[in-house]
């Protein structure tokens, strides 16, 4: 048996989703995009007077019936990386970030390439972060209408793990599109070995913008998954209630999910969010409220009533350093991710309202989705039932420690945390120098970098990509220099999970619960 959470009965999670059909058929969607307006209407949707868009039950439910239940990312090289279905959970980097907390200097600041390769380097190497994402700007040293590629350039040349990113523009797939195609066979092996999601957001208020329509329209033909994520905010632009805020969420991604198998029946497709309330006295949009959070576990499971995979904007925080409150928030979010199963939670690295990565909180963050994760295991008898030898060895011995039982299954069964929690006594911890939390996720992430391995990438590829992205630059003459890896430093085993890091429980760099 799996741990799992569920706040919505099987009859409630009907009467949502027949509401949130009724809505797409009778008030629809503004189509900003004149190009998936053109489709959607030659493919015979109806609209309104007023140019509304109208999403007939039958062709929502076709469009349900042909998503895909789970689809595989797969990693630069091509192999199988991560399943994303049915309760298999993957925590990934928060996207969308603006600014950096530079745990050097102590200083929030925007991001350069430096920072944004440190990062890259260091989530390579985090055993419960599945996969990557551009997770935040580096608009202090590129052009912004490039930036996005610049991004992607950077986590294709250091690390081979799949990557959820996205474009800014309206016209920025292509380009990344056929920077990801350069370490494939052809675009058909692209489409049948994809290495990304990218994030397409819901604008709000019933409508999806150019950018939003464009971007779709070019993911789904290229064969890219997409994650449809609405920013609906509780008490703002969709009701204060958690069942209406649920309603509202739903028929903002069904209505992405529809377009998307209208362009292309079988394009595999996200059911995400990145939900919050909206805060009545300070006017903040706070994503680990725990009203946010139950809306998060509401439309999962209106998601996996509909046979679809899921994300969630979550194992994140509000806190603006981490402290106690990021800390309770981070571990809390990812625990109910993982117990509500979700399939691609974004949100390990973020602090201030999704406004600032920070390195060693995403290391701390790994620890804790590693908890998470370790909860949501099957629970299952271990060669404990009947537990008469266990007695009888007890009895003679007057502990376990020993005990053949022991000795074959704490390795799998006992979670040793890493040096980012303190578990040893308090003369021990004062002997290494008394550090709280962040002082320890501070020097493990510096640890972490200075072992970081760089990987190889053929010369004439990495010449290409940065073609790509020059052809894109209007004013701007050279790219930024980043300078290689070090040399890297004899990796020293970090902390008391060092004693013990069994391969079998980090199969692929996948975790699943």
């Excluded at 799998?412 to 040893?424: C, G, H, K, M, Q």
Aim: glycine share 8%; proline share 7%; hydrophobic share 45%.
């Amino acid at each position: 048996m799996r741990p799992s959470l569920n706040i919505l009965d099987e009859e409630l999670i009907g009467r949502i989703v027949d509401e949130a059909k009724r809505v797409l058929a009778e008030v629809g969607f503004e189509i900003r995009g004149p190009e998936m307006r053109r489709r959607l209407l030659e493919s015979g949707l109806p609209q309104t007077d007023a140019g509304r868009i109208l999403f007939p039950r039958d062709v929502v439910e076709r469009a349900i019936g042909e998503a895909p239940s789970s689809f595989v990312l797969y990693d630069r090289d091509g192999a199988p990386h991560s399943d994303l279905g049915g309760d298999r959970v993957h925590f990934v980097p928060g996207s969308s970030g603006l600014r950096t907390l530079d745990h050097r200097t102590g200083e929030t600041r925007l991001a350069n390439s430096m920072d944004f390769v440190e990062y890259v380097r260091l989530a390579d190497g985090l055993h419960n972060i599945a996969y990557l994402a551009t997770a935040f700007s580096t608009n202090l040293d590129i052009e912004a209408q490039v930036s996005d590629a610049w991004r992607l350039f950077m986590t294709l040349t250091n690390s081979k793990k799949p990557v959820v990113s996205g474009a800014f523009t309206e016209h920025g797939v292509p380009r990344m599109v056929e920077m990801m195609q350069l370490f494939r066979a052809d675009r058909a092996d692209l489409v049948a070995h994809p290495m990304s999601i990218f994030t397409i957001t819901a604008t709000g208020n019933f409508r999806y913008s150019e950018d939003s329509c464009q971007n779709l329209i070019d993911c789904v033909e290229a064969g890219i998954p997409v994650e449809i994520v609405p920013v609906t905010l509780m008490g703002l632009i969709a009701p204060v209630s958690l069942v209406g805020a649920t309603v509202f969420h739903t028929v903002d991604v069904l209505a992405g999910i529809t377009m998307a198998q209208i362009i292309k029946p079988g394009a595999p497709v996200l059911f995400g969010g990145a939900p919050a309330t909206f805060h009545m006295k300070i006017a903040s949009a706070p994503m680990s409220a725990i009203e946010a959070l139950q809306l998060d576990v509401a439309y999962v499971a209106v998601a996996k009533s509909l046979g679809l995979p899921t994300q969630s904007y979550m194992a994140l925080s509000d806190a603006k350093i981490l402290d106690a409150q990021a800390g309770a928030e981070t571990f809390g979010s990812a625990l109910l991710a993982a117990l509500a199963g979700v399939n691609s939670v974004s949100g390990p690295g973020m602090l201030d309202f999704l406004l600032v990565f920070s390195l060693p909180k995403l290391v701390f963050d790994d620890e804790m989705c590693g908890q998470a994760l370790r909860f949501v295991r099957d629970t299952r008898p271990v060669d404990d039932l009947p537990v008469a030898a266990l007695i009888d060895q007890l009895m003679a011995d007057q502990h376990l420690i020993m005990a053949d039982h022991t000795m074959a299954n704490w390795p799998t069964e006992l979670y040793l945390p890493s040096a980012i929690v303190d578990r040893d006594n308090r003369e021990a911890w004062l002997r290494q120098g008394g550090k709280d939390t962040y002082g320890r996720a501070c020097d493990e992430a510096d640890r972490r970098l200075a072992a970081y391995r760089p990987i190889e990438t053929d010369p004439a590829i990495e010449e290409e990509l940065r073609a790509i992205i020059m052809a894109g630059l209007t004013d701007q003459t050279v790219l930024p220099d980043i300078p290689p890896a070090p040399e890297p430093a004899e990796e020293v085993p970090s902390g008391a999970a060092a004693r013990r890091r069994n391969p079998r429980r980090h199969p692929s760099g996948s975790a699943t619960g």
